[in-house]
């Protein structure tokens, strides 16, 4: 996910201040991820788990960065998509129902972490990051989809 998103920096970054924000957020909530799911360089020790306090903090991140796409990127990037014709609005309209059947994904995770009030919760943390992995893998795409709408537009327009 890491590559993906240095690809996704690399080809839209610095084009729009939003977008740049948002991708640094991405990154962000990324490193927070790997860090409590123990994934390299961030290993932990075998057989242990996170901090409690650090999967509310991931959880936090993981709202802020879910609710940045859906009241802050997404429409500015619509907005844009419109003009450059239908034919790109329509696209860009198409992927919002498919970025937020993901969001489910990371509001029950956030549900069910944020507010456990004992680690016992946390015997079932990898089974979870593992499914949330997969919406957010789901969910770059359809949002690097997105960008790259926008892109493409952005540099046939220049």
Known sequence: MLTKLEKAEQKWGGSNKL?????????????????????????????SLPKADAVKQ????LVDYVSEGHFEVYDQ??????????TSKERAQQLLPQISETTDAALDFNDKYTEADNDD???DLDADL????????TR???E????????EHHSKAS
């Open 19 to 47: 977008v740049d924000q948002w991708l640094q957020h991405r990154r962000v909530l990324l490193i927070q991820y790997f860090k409590i799911a123990g994934l390299a360089p961030y290993t932990m020790p075998a057989k």
């Open 58 to 61: 991931f959880c936090a991140q």
């Open 77 to 86: 990037v619509v907005t844009e998509c419109e003009k450059f014709g239908q």
């Open 121 to 123: 919760i946390l015997m």
């Open 130 to 137: 593992s499914k949330l992995a997969q919406a957010m893998e």
């Open 140 to 142: 770059f795409a359809f």
């Open 144 to 151: 690097d989809e997105l960008l790259e709408q926008l892109h």
